[in-house]
C-alpha cells in the first residue's frame, strides 16, 4: 500500500468501524493530494529562485574573509577580493613585466641605494570621493607597518615612509633592496582613506573597505561580500554591472555550485582533485571554461639535517633520488600539480628548472649502499603528513608504495599524519626528521621562496642555530650561504638571476629540502562568461569578467 | 512542604550549581587549549615568519605572559561579561558569537519543528496494528535515521537536490543576490518583520537543504521515543480502565495515552534542543552555514583562543538554562514528579 504523509494520522482512526468505509474515500483522496503536492514541489522550488541583477557575476571560493583590512591581509582570498578593491603602487603582469599603478614610475634609487622615491599618480580618488595622495599613501604603509599582521614584510626592510611632495612618497630603506618594487606590488600595502580610517590609525576595521580600486563594497559578511564598480575610478572600468563573492566551505559545494549554474566562476582554493578532474573534463568537453594562473605555491619535504640519520649528506641526496614526482603527481594529483625539481617557481626570475635531482633509483641504491644500507640493513625514515590536507596524505600513501616497489631492500618511508598547526609548531623543535608542506611567497619573487627557507642568522658550520632555516625543519646551512641571500636582495638583472640559481643548487647538493610540486590557481566558468585572465600575481582580473552579450 | 515551594528550592539549587559548573568548564577549555599541541602564533603568521615579528605578534596578543596571569585576566574578563577580543579577526568575541549563533538556533529551531512533526507522525502511524506492516517500518525508519551517517546523508541529500536536480541552493544562508536581511541575525523572522517576500524566498530556499537533514536525522529519536512510550502507556491499567468506560479508541489514544507518552519526549526534545544551540557540525560544514559549530571549529584550527573560549562557555551557559528550563517544564506538566 502507498503512503501518503497523512497516512500515520488516519490509520489508528481507521479502526472505528463506522468511520471505515469514510476514510478509505477520504484516505484515497489524500494520497492523491499528497501526490499532486509532491509534484508541483519541484517546479515551485525552482520558480522561487531569485532574480539576479543583470550583469551581476557570482563568484564563489572557499575563503572565508574576517577582515577586509589590508593590515589583517595573509591568506589568498582576502587578497583576491582587496586586488578588486584596491590598487597597489606596482602591478606585475603575467609576463612577469612590472608597471606602474598608483605609482607614476619605478622607485627612483639614491646612489646608495638606501633612499627610494616613488612619485604618484593624480587624479585618483578613495571610494570616500577624498583625494589619493602622497599623505594617504604614507598613512597606510605606516599604519600596515604598525598593525599590520605581515608588517615584518615591510618593518624588515624599511626604516621609515616620508611625505616628499604633494604627490610622491620617499622610503628610507634599512639596506639596499632590489625587489622593491616587486614588494611594493603586493595588494595588502594598498591605500586606504585617512579620513575612513582616522579612528583606526591602529586598529582594524574589518567589515568596511575604502580604497582606490576600481570596485566598492557595498555589502560584507564573512561568508558574502558584494562588489559594485566605483563610478569614479581612475582606471579602466569594470566590464561587469557588480560581483557577488560567496564563501562554500567544501569542495563538493563549490564543485556543486558551479555543476548547477548557482554560480558563475569558481576559484579553485581547496577543491579535491576529484572535483578538478570532473571540472577539468567538462572543460575539455567545452561545457566549462578552464584557465590556469601562474603557479606561485610550492610543496616541498624538509629534511632535518642536524640529527641522524639524515645529518649525512649523501643519504639526503639518497632520499632526494628515490622520489618519482611524475609517477606520483600523476597518481595524487592526476597530473594537475606539475612536478618541481627547484624552490622557486618557474615563472620567477632567478629560476633554475633542473637545480634538484630527478628521480634515479640506481644512483639512490648506490647512495643508500655507500652509507652501509642495502645489504641486509634498510633506513627507516619518518614521514610525517598534514593530516588536515587530503593531498599530503596520498602524496605520502603513494610515495611509500613507491619507495617499497623500488628500493625495498634500502629504505622504508613510516608515514604518520599530524594536524597542520601542530606540526608547523613542531618544526623548529627539531622533532619531525621529515615533513610535507606548502609554501607560498607573500608577493612573486624569488628571495621571497629562498630566504625563508633557507636564510640564517647564527650558525656553525653546516648547522644553523637561529633562523628562518630553524623555522622551516631544516636547520641547514652553509658558510657563504647567508651573505650570498643577502647580497641577492641587492644585485639586478642578470647577476641577481645568476646568484639565485647559484644559491639553489648549493642548496640542491646539500638537501636540506625536497621540492615536490606546483599548485597552480584555476578558474572555472560557465561558458556564458567571458574568459578568465589572471594577472602575474596569480589573482583573477576581475574587472574584465563579464556575461558575454551583456557588454 | 508545597509543590510550589519544593519547585522553588530545585530552581534555586540548580540556578546556584551555574557559574560553578560555568567556572569548571571555563577552566577546563583554558587549560586544555594551552596543553593541545599548536601556537596561534603559527596560524596567524605561517611557520616561517621572522622571529622578531612572532616575539612582538606574542607580546600584542599578551601569550608572553605568565599562564596563570593569563587565566587570571581570563576569568576577571569572564565575570564581567568581557568574552575578549578575537586573535584571529581582532573583533570581540561577543560580536562573532552574536553573529554566528542566531544562525545556528534558526537551523535548529526549524530542523527540530520538522523532526518532531515527522517523528511523532512516523512513531503514532504504527499504533493501530502493532507488529504490522507500518509498525515495522516506523521502527525501520526510526533505527536507521538514528543511525545515518550525518556527513553522509548531508552530502547525498546535497549531491541530489542541489548539485544533480537543481531544485535548491548547494550551501549558504541567503542568496547572493540579495542583501541579507538586518536585524536581529534571524533571518525569517528578519525578513518576515521587515515584509520583504523575496528575502522570505531567499531564506527559505536555503534552509530547505540543512534543516531536512538534519531533521531526518533527528526525527529517529523522536518517532522510537514516542513508539516505545506510547507503547507502553496503551498497555498499562488506566487505559484500560478509559477504554473499559467505553471511551472510543482515538480517545482513549489522543486523550489519555498520548499525554503522558508526550512527557519522556518532551524530555528529549530539551536534551536535543541543547545539544543543538552548540550547532550541527556536519550539517553547518556540509552545508556552508555560517553558525556557531562551524565558527568553532575553524576557531580551534586556527588555535583562536579567546573565540574558543567564548564560544565554550556562553554555549554551555545555553545548555545549562535550557536543561533546567525543560526539567522545570516537565515538573509542571507531570504532577507526580518530587524534587
Known amino acids: 500500500m502507498a503512503l501518503s504523509p497523512l497516512t500515520p494520522l488516519t490509520l489508528p482512526l481507521a479502526r472505528l468501524p463506522r468511520l471505515r468505509s469514510r476514510l478509505v474515500g477520504l484516505a484515497t483522496l489524500r494520497r492523491w493530494a499528497a501526490a499532486m503536492a509532491l509534484m508541483a514541489l519541484p517546479a515551485l522550488l525552482a520558480g522561487c529562485q531569485p532574480a539576479r541583477p543583470s550583469g551581476l557575476l557570482i563568484i564563489a571560493s572557499s575563503s572565508r574573509i574576517d577582515s577586509l583590512d589590508p593590515t589583517q591581509a595573509s591568506r589568498s582570498g582576502i587578497m583576491q577580493t582587496l586586488s578588486a578593491l584596491g590598487d597597489p603602487l606596482y602591478v606585475i603582469a603575467a609576463d612577469g613585466t612590472i608597471t606602474p599603478r598608483l605609482a607614476t614610475a619605478l622607485p627612483q634609487l639614491s646612489a646608495d641605494g638606501l633612499r627610494a622615491r616613488i612619485p604618484l599618480r593624480q587624479g585618483v580618488s578613495f571610494h570616500d570621493g577624498t583625494r589619493f595622495d602622497a599623505a594617504a599613501m604614507a598613512f597606510s604603509l605606516q599604519r600596515f607597518m604598525a598593525i599590520g599582521t605581515l608588517s615584518y614584510q615591510l618593518t624588515d626592510r624599511v626604516r621609515a615612509v616620508r611625505v616628499s611632495g604633494p604627490y610622491a612618497i620617499e622610503l628610507e630603506l634599512l639596506r639596499p633592496f632590489s625587489p622593491l618594487p616587486r614588494l611594493l606590488s603586493s595588494i595588502f600595502l594598498t591605500p586606504v582613506s585617512p579620513r575612513a580610517y582616522r579612528n583606526h590609525a591602529r586598529s582594524p576595521l574589518n567589515d568596511r573597505f575604502v580604497g582606490t580600486g576600481p570596485y566598492q563594497l557595498s555589502f560584507f559578511s564573512r561568508q558574502q561580500q558584494r562588489l559594485t564598480p566605483y563610478p569614479h575610478y581612475w582606471g579602466a572600468k569594470p566590464a561587469n554591472s557588480g560581483l557577488a563573492l560567496v564563501s562554500l566551505s567544501n569542495s563538493t559545494a563549490l564543485y556543486g555550485a558551479l555543476r548547477s549554474g548557482e554560480v558563475d566562476v569558481l576559484l579553485s582554493g581547496n577543491l579535491e582533485i576529484d572535483h578538478q578532474q570532473a571540472l577539468h573534463r567538462e572543460a575539455e568537453a567545452g561545457r566549462l571554461r578552464e584557465t590556469v594562473g601562474p603557479a606561485l605555491e610550492i610543496s616541498l619535504l624538509s629534511l632535518l639535517t642536524d640529527q641522524p640519520p639524515l645529518q649525512n649528506p649523501s643519504l639526503r641526496r639518497a632520499v632526494a633520488l628515490s622520489l618519482d614526482r611524475a609517477t606520483i603527481s600523476q597518481r595524487v594529483s592526476l597530473g594537475l600539480r606539475p612536478p618541481l625539481q627547484e624552490l622557486v617557481p618557474p615563472s620567477l626570475p632567478g629560476s633554475d628548472p633542473k637545480a634538484w635531482p630527478a628521480y634515479n633509483p640506481t644512483e639512490a641504491r648506490r647512495l643508500f649502499r655507500q652509507a652501509g644500507y642495502c645489504q641486509g640493513r634498510r633506513l627507516e625514515l619518518p614521514v610525517t603528513f598534514r593530516s588536515d590536507v587530503p593531498t599530503d596524505r596520498l602524496f605520502a600513501l603513494t610515495w611509500q608504495s613507491q619507495v617499497r616497489r623500488d628500493l625495498a631492500p634500502c629504505l622504508a618511508l613510516a608515514v604518520s599524519g599530524m594536524e597542520s598547526t601542530t606540526a608547523y609548531s613542531q618544526l623548529d623543535k627539531g622533532s619531525l626528521t621529515m615533513l610535507l608542506y606548502d609554501w607560498a611567497g607573500d608577493y612573486p619573487d624569488a628571495e621571497n621562496f629562498l630566504t625563508p627557507l633557507l636564510g640564517c642568522s647564527a650558525s656553525r658550520g653546516q648547522r644553523c642555530l637561529k633562523g628562518n632555516s630553524v623555522a622551516s625543519g631544516s636547520f641547514w646551512s652553509e658558510p657563504g650561504l647567508e651573505a650570498q641571500l643577502q647580497d641577492s636582495s641587492i644585485q639586478t638583472g642578470p647577476a641577481r638571476e645568476a646568484l639565485l640559481r647559484t644559491i639553489q643548487r648549493r642548496a640542491a647538493a646539500a638537501t636540506p629540502y625536497i621540492p615536490l610540486w606546483l599548485t597552480r590557481p584555476v578558474a572555472w566558468s560557465r561558458r556564458q562568461v567571458s574568459p578568465i585572465r589572471f594577472d602575474g600575481s596569480g589573482r583573477v582580473v576581475f574587472g574584465e569578467l563579464h556575461l558575454e552579450g551583456q557588454p | ?339
Do not use: C, K
Not at chain 2, 568574552?83 to 544562525?103: C, F, T, W
Open chain 2, 1 to 339: 512542604m508545597s509543590r510550589r515551594r519544593e519547585l522553588i528550592r530545585y530552581l534555586g539549587a540548580r540556578m546556584a550549581l551555574v557559574p560553578l559548573m560555568l567556572w569548571l568548564i571555563a577552566s577546563l577549555v583554558f587549560l586544555l587549549l594551552r596543553v593541545a599541541p599548536g601556537d596561534p602564533i603559527d596560524a596567524l603568521l605561517g611557520p616561517r615568519a621572522p622571529e622578531a615579528a612572532r616575539i612582538a605578534l606574542r607580546h600584542q596578543l599578551g601569550l608572553d605572559r605568565p599562564l596563570i596571569n593569563q587565566y587570571g585576566s581570563f576569568l576577571g574578563d569572564l565575570v564581567q561579561g568581557n568574552l575578549g577580543i578575537s586573535q584571529h579577526s581582532q573583533e570581540p568575541v561577543r560580536a562573532i558569537i552574536g553573529a554566528s549563533l542566531p544562525a545556528s538556533v534558526e537551523l535548529g529551531m526549524v530542523a527540530l519543528l520538522l523532526a518532531a512533526v515527522l517523528g511523532l507522525a512516523v512513531g503514532l502511524s504504527g499504533i493501530a496494528r502493532p507488529e504490522g506492516r507500518l509498525d515495522l517500518a516506523g521502527r525501520l525508519f526510526g533505527i536507521s535515521t538514528y543511525a545515518l551517517p550525518p556527513f553522509w546523508a548531508a552530502m547525498v541529500v546535497q549531491l541530489v537536490f542541489a548539485v544533480g536536480l537543481g531544485w535548491l541552493p548547494v550551501g549558504g544562508r541567503f542568496p547572493p543576490t540579495l542583501l541579507e536581511p538586518q536585524g536581529s541575525g534571524f533571518f525569517l523572522f528578519d525578513s518576515l518583520r521587515a515584509g520583504n517576500w523575496a528575502q522570505l524566498q531567499g531564506t527559505l530556499r536555503h534552509l530547505v537543504l540543512p534543516a531536512s537533514t538534519l531533521a531526518l536525522l533527528l526525527s529517529g529519536i523522536f518517532t522510537n521515543a514516542l513508539r516505545l512510550n506510547l507503547r507502553r502507556a496503551l498497555d498499562s491499567d488506566y487505559v484500560e480502565a478509559a477504554r473499559s468506560r467505553g471511551l472510543s479508541e482515538r480517545r482513549v489514544v489522543l486523550r489519555h495515552a498520548l499525554p503522558n507518552a508526550l512527557l519522556p519526549v518532551l524530555t528529549i526534545t530539551g536534551i536535543t534542543v541543547a545539544s543543538l544551540i552548540g550547532g550541527a557540525l556536519l550539517i553547518e560544514v556540509t552545508y556552508s552555514w555560517p553558525g556557531i559549530a562551524a565558527r568553532l571549529q575553524e576557531a580551534i584550527a586556527q588555535r583562536d583562543y579567546p573565540l574558543v573560549q567564548g564560544i565554550v562557555v556562553v554555549v554551555a551557559a545555553l545548555v545549562v538554562l535550557v536543561t533546567v528550563a525543560v526539567d522545570l517544564l516537565v515538573a509542571l506538566l507531570d504532577p507526580r514528579i518530587r524534587f
